[in-house]
Each structure stands twice: as C-alpha cells, then as structure tokens.
C-alpha cells in the first residue's frame, strides 16, 4: 500500500533509510534524515511510503514542479528490507509520475554513476539518460540526470 507519509513515521523511517548503503555513503545520520523529511512535510513537498504488512517498505520524496522549469524531481526513491523483491520500488516510481503528472509534462532525477541497479531500475521504467554533473554532491561521485516525458 503506498499512503502520504505522516509525522509519527518519521523517527523508524529515518532510522531505517539510514542504514542503507547509499544513505551511508553520502553521510546521512538517522538525525539528519529525520530533520530533512520534516523540513519536507512542513513544506509540503511530495512524501509517499509503502507499506507491506504494516512495516514500512519504502519512501518516494519528491518535487511536483520546478526542475527546469518545465517538470517534477524526484529527489529520492528507497526501498526497505520489506519491500524488497516486491515491486515496492517500481510501485513507488508510478506513483511519483501520477502525482507529477498532473501539473507537469517531465520528470527528473539524479542517480550516482556507481548505483549501476538504480539506472537499469529507471531505464526498464522509460527513463534515459540525459547528462551527467560530475562531483556534485560528493566530489568522487557523479551524479547522472535521468529524464521521462510523462504526457
């Protein structure tokens, strides 16, 4: 079940997104993650979860519009351990592009040049590859800007 996040889920979710290997890598603490996601919800920023017998499963946090103007990012999927293999993600990503899509044609988003799984992950899902930014975020890291035209 993909639901609106609410505030009470966020200290698990956040301790649970932290500790997945991407979130180590680019240095978010539990604190962080917490801190960021309800900065988020008082913004009223796009924040979905799945749900997979009760648990939580996974986060969609994105934008609805102004990535170049002309469309939605997302800023950032994840999928816990009781979602994995489920199809958690990709239910995840088809929701993001329904909430996009009703005020934007495009969607954007960022994947790191190492995560060789998510780009595969996007590209099943229509998404192309449309540029790279080198260094930044992290400076050993690029980050690949993947682009879906939604209507």
């Known amino acids: 079940m993909i639901r609106a996040l609410a505030a009470e889920d966020l200290p698990a979710l956040a301790r649970a997104l932290a500790a997945l290997p991407l979130m180590v890598r680019y240095g978010n603490t539990p604190e962080k993650l917490e801190r960021a996601l309800s900065a988020a919800l008082g913004r009223g920023e796009?924040?979905?979860?799945?749900?997979?017998?009760?648990?939580?499963?996974?986060?969609?946090?994105f934008l609805t519009t102004g990535t170049l103007?002309?469309?939605?990012?997302?800023?950032?999927?994840?999928?816990?351990?009781a979602g994995e293999g489920r199809g958690t993600g990709s239910a995840l990503l088809a929701?993001?592009?329904a909430a996009v899509a009703r005020e934007s044609a495009h969607a954007f988003l960022l994947?790191?040049?190492f995560n060789a799984g998510a780009q595969r992950f996007?590209?099943?899902?229509g998404y192309r590859r449309a540029?790279?930014?080198?260094?930044l975020v992290l400076p050993d890291v690029g980050e690949l800007l993947y682009w879906k035209r939604l209507r």
């Not at 796009?46 to 946090?61: D, I």
């Open 131 to 135: 540029g790279a930014l080198p260094g």
């Open 46 to 61: 796009g924040l979905l979860v799945a749900e997979e017998g009760g648990a939580l499963a996974g986060l969609a946090w």
């Open 95 to 97: 929701a993001f592009e």
């Open 111 to 113: 994947v790191s040049d």
């Open 122 to 125: 996007y590209e099943r899902h």
């Open 69 to 81: 103007a002309m469309g939605g990012y997302l800023r950032l999927i994840a999928v816990l351990g």
